[in-house]
């Protein structure tokens, strides 16, 4: 009888520790990365600077390129001045934008990718996508998943609390996101991957129920192990429904009606997952989120975060236009601007009382 199994795609290795970033030039060669240390590092102009000298000593035949923003021109520019010049492999070092654009220009000059996150605030520093900003507004770009997994403990506790409260919001979506996939199956009939629905919503739930803080180390470590179990989660199923429904479609919808004005992203998830708990009636569910949201020190109200009743309103009727063809319990329910209304009251009074 025949054994069948599937190759699943990850990292080769995945480093959450103090001091990892420490430890990158013998991680790179003791996993044949590459040995050489030729390495094409892309970084930020700001905080990327002050790592880039702590790390250049130790990497002499590395060479550095800042990276202006998170968009697909900076991508295809970074691309452009690595092509041709025989690195192991294309580094991404910083927050989400650096990493996302590094591994775009790696996937373009077909080079793997090593990502060393310096926040948690969301859970695309391991997946098999690219946000980048386009002439559009915002888009996601399909790309391998990152060779290599590198998250300092210590260099994640020097970034803004807020970057971390937002990779617990992004993460607990996880649960509402699966929610929404097991509706989609038994409307629509999608075919749900149930080794990517049980990693994403393991991941979730571990943050959910964790009792630690943002400056515990035990918890920061759960985080960032939650975060990149939901990028090899969406690696499994090829997209990104494992992390992504309603709360996601609320968030892109502020994203595009709002240019300029949305928050951080996993703030704006947190609020969309704790609405759409509420919308299917999971009412000990939304109280849980929004109990865990507010103890991390995240909103989970649209007005906390610099949005009227009436803007909200609009997002939430909006939302399902983002995502065409995904079925989440906002298609379900199909609500008006008034049903929308009336349930955001309900939200509202549930969590002021």
């Given at each position: 009888?025949?054994?069948?199994?599937?190759?699943?795609p990850?990292?080769?290795?995945?480093?959450?520790?103090?001091?990892?970033?420490?430890?990158?030039?013998?991680?790179?060669?003791?996993?044949?990365?590459?040995?050489?240390g030729?390495?094409?590092?892309?970084?930020s102009?700001?905080?990327?600077?002050?790592?880039?000298?702590?790390?250049e000593?130790?990497?002499?035949?590395?060479?550095?390129?800042?990276v202006?923003?998170?968009?697909?021109?900076?991508?295809?520019?970074?691309?452009?001045?690595?092509?041709?010049?025989?690195?192991?492999?294309?580094?991404?070092?910083?927050?989400?934008?650096?990493?996302?654009?590094?591994?775009?220009?790696?996937?373009?000059?077909?080079?793997?990718?090593?990502?060393?996150?310096?926040?948690?605030?969301?859970?695309?520093?391991?997946?098999?996508?690219?946000?980048?900003?386009?002439?559009?507004?915002?888009?996601?770009?399909?790309?391998?998943?990152?060779?290599?997994?590198?998250?300092?403990?210590?260099?994640?506790?020097?970034?803004?609390?807020?970057?971390?409260?937002?990779g617990?919001?992004?993460?607990?979506?996880?649960?509402?996101?699966?929610?929404?996939?097991?509706?989609?199956?038994?409307?629509?009939?999608?075919?749900?991957d149930?080794?990517?629905?049980?990693?994403?919503?393991?991941?979730?739930?571990?943050?959910?129920?964790h009792p630690?803080?943002?400056?515990?180390d035990?918890?920061?470590?759960?985080?960032?192990?939650?975060?990149?179990?939901?990028?090899?989660?969406?690696?499994?199923?090829?997209?990104?429904?494992?992390?992504?429904?309603?709360?996601?479609?609320?968030s892109?919808?502020?994203?595009?009606?709002?240019?300029?004005?949305?928050?951080?992203?996993?703030?704006?998830?947190?609020?969309?997952?704790?609405?759409?708990?509420?919308?299917?009636?999971?009412?000990?569910?939304?109280?849980?989120?929004t109990?865990?949201?507010?103890?991390?020190?995240?909103?989970?109200?649209?007005?906390?975060?610099?949005?009227?009743?009436?803007?909200?309103?609009?997002?939430?009727?909006?939302?399902?236009?983002?995502?065409?063809g995904?079925?989440?319990?906002?298609?379900?329910?199909?609500?008006?601007?008034?049903?929308?209304?009336?349930?955001?009251?309900d939200?509202?009074?549930?969590?002021?009382?």
């Open positions: 009888m025949p054994v069948l199994t599937r190759l699943i990850s990292p080769v290795v995945v480093d959450i520790s103090c001091g990892a970033m420490d430890k990158l030039d013998g991680i790179l060669a003791d996993q044949r990365i590459s040995a050489s030729r390495l094409a590092i892309a970084i102009g700001g905080s990327g600077q002050a790592l880039r000298a702590r790390l000593q130790a990497l002499p035949h590395a060479d550095w390129y800042p202006v923003d998170g968009t697909i021109d900076s991508a295809v520019k970074l691309a452009d001045d690595i092509k041709g010049r025989r690195y192991d492999a294309v580094v991404g070092l910083g927050g989400g934008k650096i990493i996302d654009v590094a591994k775009y220009a790696a996937a373009r000059v077909g080079l793997p990718m090593v990502a060393i996150a310096t926040n948690l605030s969301h859970d695309g520093i391991c997946s098999p996508v690219s946000i980048l900003d386009n002439d559009n507004g915002r888009g996601s770009y399909g790309v391998p998943t990152p060779i290599a997994m590198v998250i300092d403990l210590d260099v994640i506790r020097e970034a803004p609390t807020r970057f971390i409260r937002a617990v919001g992004d993460v607990i979506s996880n649960i509402s996101a699966i929610a929404d996939w097991e509706l989609s199956h038994k409307i629509t009939g999608e075919a749900v149930g080794l990517a629905a049980a990693m994403a919503r393991t991941a979730g739930e571990s943050v959910l129920r630690g803080g943002c400056g515990d035990e918890f920061l470590t759960v985080l960032a192990e939650a975060l990149v179990l939901s990028g090899i989660a969406m690696s499994i199923s090829g997209d990104s429904r494992p992390s992504s429904g309603a709360c996601h479609e609320i892109h919808a502020f994203d595009l009606l709002h240019p300029g004005r949305s928050a951080l992203h996993g703030e704006q998830v947190g609020i969309g997952a704790a609405f759409a708990m509420h919308l299917r009636g999971a009412a000990e569910q939304s109280g849980l989120f109990e865990v949201l507010r103890r991390h020190g995240l909103p989970v109200l649209p007005e906390e975060i610099g949005f009227s009743v009436d803007e909200f309103v609009a997002a939430v009727e909006y939302a399902p236009q983002t995502r065409p995904r079925f989440t319990i906002l298609e379900h329910l199909n609500l008006s601007a008034a049903e929308i209304r009336d349930a955001y009251a939200y509202a009074q549930t969590i002021r009382s």
